[in-house]
């Protein structure tokens, strides 16, 4: 599957919308939100007031912008899955792999807005993505299907699946990353629920 190129975006827009979501990170390790104010986050980020309201109107704008970004990037995520895998299910393990890594890849970001509960706005976010992929998945899956209709509620495998997903994610930014992504996808995968495998 070809991968979807993002809109050119100037590179001094990126770069100075970097330096506020860092200086937000790093604010939000040191106080709670209601404290963050535009003036402390210009002058973390070393910009002035003037530049923060070329690119938010306030600060809740910039935490919606920053989960919109967080979404796009996982998202992208689960839209380039892998062709080579033999199954539906292999594929999508391989997805949650990449997902960890990518996490990995940003971890003082995840673990400032996933791991703890200053800012919500991101773990609900996510967590409405996370069931909106599950659904997609069971709706693509016609064993999943037949085995929900049989033995388990739909709506109930949903809620089970995006929490034990998330909640596994939070729990390991939390502990540092003891584990690698490839690793954790093999756990979660083994923890999968055997059911969904079509096993007895």
Same mark, same amino acid.
């Given at each position: 599957?070809?991968?979807?190129?993002?809109?050119?975006?100037?590179?001094? /827009?990126?770069?100075t919308r970097q330096l506020?979501?860092?200086?937000?990170?790093?604010?939000?390790?040191?106080?709670?939100? &209601?404290?963050?104010?535009?003036?402390?986050?210009?002058?973390?980020?070393?910009?002035?007031?003037?530049?923060f309201y070329l690119h @938010?109107?306030?600060?809740?704008?910039?935490?919606?912008?920053?989960?919109?970004?967080?979404?796009?990037?996982?998202?992208? /995520?689960?839209?380039? !899955?892998? %062709?080579? &895998?033999?199954?539906?299910?292999?594929?999508?393990?391989? /997805?949650?792999?990449?997902?960890?890594?990518?996490?990995?890849?940003?971890?003082?970001? @995840?673990?400032? *807005?996933? !791991?703890?509960?200053?800012?919500?706005?991101?773990?609900?976010?996510?967590?409405?993505?996370?069931?909106?992929?599950?659904? %997609?998945?069971?709706?693509?899956?016609?064993?999943?299907?037949?085995?929900? %209709?049989? /033995?388990?509620?739909?709506?109930?495998?949903?809620? @089970?699946?995006?929490?034990?997903?998330?909640? %596994?994610? *939070?729990?390991?930014? &939390?502990?540092?990353?003891? @584990?690698?992504?490839?690793?954790? !996808?093999? &756990?979660?995968?083994?923890?999968?629920?055997?059911?969904?495998n079509g096993e007895s």
């Amino acid at each position: 599957m070809m991968e979807k190129k993002k809109p050119h975006t100037d590179p001094r /827009i990126l770069r100075t919308r970097q330096l506020i979501k860092d200086a937000f990170v790093e604010l939000l390790e040191e106080m709670d939100l &209601q404290k963050i104010t535009v003036n402390r986050l210009a002058e973390r980020a070393t910009i002035n007031r003037v530049t923060f309201y070329l690119h @938010y109107r306030d600060i809740p704008d910039m935490l919606e912008k920053m989960a919109d970004d967080m979404i796009e990037d996982i998202s992208t /995520i689960f839209n380039n !899955a892998p %062709t080579d &895998q033999t199954s539906l299910e292999e594929s999508g393990w391989k /997805i949650i792999e990449n997902l960890l890594e990518h996490i990995a890849e940003h971890a003082n970001f @995840y673990k400032s *807005i996933l !791991a703890s509960k200053k800012v919500p706005i991101f773990r609900d976010r996510l967590s409405m993505f996370i069931r909106d992929m599950i659904v %997609t998945r069971i709706d693509e899956s016609e064993r999943s299907s037949r085995i929900i %209709t049989e /033995i388990v509620k739909k709506d109930i495998l949903i809620w @089970y699946e995006a929490s034990a997903l998330i909640g %596994t994610i *939070i729990s390991w930014l &939390q502990n540092d990353m003891p @584990y690698t992504p490839s690793f954790l !996808a093999q &756990q979660f995968a083994l923890l999968h629920p055997r059911r969904l495998n079509g096993e007895s």
